[in-house]
Every structure is written in structure tokens, then in C-alpha cells.
């Protein structure tokens, strides 16, 4: 089972089956924030509390793809490090960005974009990196390839990259950074057959285990140290949020599959599931209070969520009306009663590329379209 990192173990509080549930008052729209000039597909990966998004769209003379800034109505191509191809991860309140970027070289490389420059921030030593995340003080995570060829998780923090190491294996890769620096990702054992989620903290990687057997993956921490991600469970990949004691599945849409993505201060978690029928995959928000609550898609059969900023409002991909199986960005528009972060507090007091270089490790696997 998961475990406290705090102490020796934790309690398991284990909610299977769905939960979906509504909002109440609280109502979600999609908005679809199109693609760059030229483009027909796009992914939104992360969102601030000003509501500004990032993420990545293919354009007129890249099908790889650009990182983009959509803030006020519009969407900004950031470029890249030289090569063709950027994607933009994690957005903070200062607009400080995180990504990875096609070098001129032809590698790939994580970058750190602030004040209108794209700076490559290196390597831990290997051909390339990949950021994954940003805090509110500029701290950037990810993954990268060491001197010996492995693939570690890092943080990039006042000019240098740190490895954080692993929990045996070869490889490990951070996804998320909160404002205290906590730092949560996935690692694997020596022999690289079993990965579980970690918590990065006081200079030590914490294995925070699983529910059952199955491999975890931590995805996102938020400041108060919950984190949210996935683990397997009868070979169907499982939505599960860590309270920083207790750990609860959160069930699905009424299918077999849920995977969460991103948490804010609140609480809530972002992410998607497979619906009843196991035909299509939708983007969701649950809390605690609430339960899963579907978003729906742009007009299409499918959609992603990824990120959630402290507000509720979230963003991902969903395919749309006429996209002939495209997809563009979304995010959420709130509308109705939404609950206060101590609210939500209240409750879950209940639950005690680089090519072939790189291994992306987008969770165990992203259902196709």
C-alpha cells in the first residue's frame, strides 16, 4: 500500500469502484483555446491561478510542434533551442515556464523560459533532458540522461541541475515540484522490473508504494504535500489522491480506467476515464466532497485533462467538431458556487525523445483516440 513518508507506514483507505458524482452548484464549461497559426492540433499542459495556459501545437512549419503561451485571448509561439520542435509542460504565478525544446545540435533538451528568453538548462551530463514541471520560485523538474547513460529524475534550481537519484534501478523521472521544494515522480527497483511512486523530500526519495500489487506513478504534489497519480490494478491503470497519511482510488467514470494528472491546494484532481461502456475517455475533476465529475469533450468522443490551477479551472486536449480526429486544448470555465480551499480541506480530513534516447514515460499508456 501507499505509505506515510512522514512515518513508518500509513493506512490504506481504499474506495474502489466509481465515484462519480456532480459539483452541486458548481458548473464546468470547455473552452476551446485553438491552435497555433497554421496548426490543426493542440494539448494544453499546465495553467496558473491568472489563468494563463501552456502547452504545445503543431504549425505551419513544424509538424513536431511549438511550445505555446495562451494568455488574454491569444495564443504565443514560444520557439524553441534551434531545432524544430518545443512543447511547454508547467506554467507559475510569475509566468516563468517549463518545457523541452529540439536543440540545433539535434538533441532534446528541458529549458526554463522567463522573461521572454527560452534558456536551455542542460543536462545531467547524457545527450538530453525533459522538463516536466515548475514551482512558484522558478525550481523546474524533469528527466534527463546521465554521463552512464540511465535516466534520472532531476531539479533545476539557481542555475545548476541536481540528479535526485532513484530507488535502485536505472531510471526515475520527477513530474512535479511544490513550493517547499517536495518533489514527486516515479522510480524503479533494481532489476528496472517494478516502479513506484516517490515524494522527493529533506534529500531523500521516499517510496510511497501502491495499492496492491501493481506498479505507481506520482504525477503532482501540491503545497500542502498530497499528491495524485496512478497505479496498476488487474492490469487497468487506477486514479489514486495521497492525503500525506491515507491514499484512496478515486474510482472512474464508469469504466475500467482513470489516470489523474494534476492536483491543486484544494485538493481537487485532475485527470480522465474511460466511461461506462469502456467506448470513449473523458477529462474529470473529484474532489473529495464531490466526487469524479465529467467535462465532456469539444464535440468529439474523447478528452485528456492534465493540469488544474488552484481555482478548479483545468486544462488538457479533447478531440472537437470538425477536427477530423484532431484535437485542440482546452481549458475549463467555472461557473456557480465554488468551494473555498479551506472547505475542501475540511473534507479530506476524513481521508487520514530524446528520441530513442529518452524514455517518455507518459504513465503506463495514454489510450489512443
Known amino acids: 500500500m501507499f505509505k506515510s513518508y512522514a512515518a513508518l507506514g500509513g493506512t490504506l483507505v481504499l474506495a474502489l469502484g466509481a465515484v462519480a458524482g456532480n459539483a452541486g452548484a458548481t458548473s464546468y464549461k470547455m473552452i476551446d483555446l485553438g491552435a497555433l497559426p497554421g496548426g490543426i492540433d493542440s494539448t494544453a499542459k499546465g495553467i496558473n491561478d491568472l489563468g494563463q495556459v501552456v502547452g504545445f501545437s503543431d504549425t505551419t512549419g513544424s509538424i513536431l510542434g511549438h511550445a505555446f503561451l495562451y494568455s488574454g485571448g491569444a495564443m504565443t509561439d514560444l520557439g524553441t533551442l534551434g531545432g524544430d520542435g518545443s512543447g511547454a509542460t508547467g506554467i507559475n504565478k510569475l509566468g516563468q515556464i517549463s518545457g523541452f525544446s529540439d536543440t540545433s545540435g539535434g538533441a532534446q533538451h528541458a529549458f526554463l523560459y522567463s522573461g521572454g528568453v527560452m534558456n536551455d538548462i542542460g543536462t545531467l551530463g547524457g545527450a538530453g533532458s525533459f522538463g516536466t514541471g515548475i514551482n512558484n520560485s522558478g525550481q523546474v523538474v524533469g528527466y534527463s540522461n546521465t554521463s552512464d547513460g540511465q535516466q534520472h529524475a532531476f531539479v533545476y534550481s539557481g542555475g545548476v541541475m541536481s540528479d535526485l537519484g532513484t530507488l535502485g534501478g536505472t531510471i526515475s523521472e520527477a513530474d512535479g515540484i511544490n513550493a517547499s521544494g517536495q ?55 487506477h486514479a489514486f489522491f495521497y492525503d500525506g497519511a491515507n491514499t484512496v482510488d478515486i474510482g472512474t467514470l464508469g469504466g475500467t480506467f482513470a489516470t489523474a494528472y494534476g492536483v491543486n491546494d484544494a485538493g481537487q484532481v485532475f485527470g480522465y476515464s474511460d466511461i461506462a461502456g469502456d467506448t470513449a475517455w473523458h ?54 458556487g465554488v468551494p473555498e480551499p479551506a472547505a475542501w480541506a475540511t473534507m479530506l480530513l476524513g481521508f487520514g525523445g530524446v528520441g530513442a534516447m529518452l524514455r517518455s514515460r507518459r504513465r503506463f499508456a495514454r489510450p489512443a483516440a
Open 183 to 237: 518533489v514527486v515522480g516515479s522510480s524503479y527497483f533494481a532489476g528496472n522490473n517494478t516502479e513506484h511512486a516517490f515524494i522527493y523530500s529533506g534529500g531523500v526519495m521516499h517510496d510511497l508504494g501502491t495499492l496492491g500489487s501493481g506498479n505507481s506513478f506520482g504525477a503532482a504534489i501540491n503545497d500542502a504535500g498530497q499528491v495524485a497519480g496512478s497505479y496498476l490494478a488487474n492490469a487497468h491503470e
Open 283 to 336: 477529462a474529470f475533476i473529484w474532489s473529495a466532497g464531490s466526487g469524479m465529475t465529467d467535462l465532456g469533450t469539444l464535440g468529439g468522443s474523447v478528452s485528456w485533462g492534465y493540469g488544474v490551477n488552484n481555482l478548479g479551472e483545468g486544462v488538457g486536449e479533447s478531440l472537437y467538431t470538425g477536427g477530423g480526429g484532431y484535437g485542440h486544448a482546452f481549458m475549463t470555465e467555472i461557473s456557480g
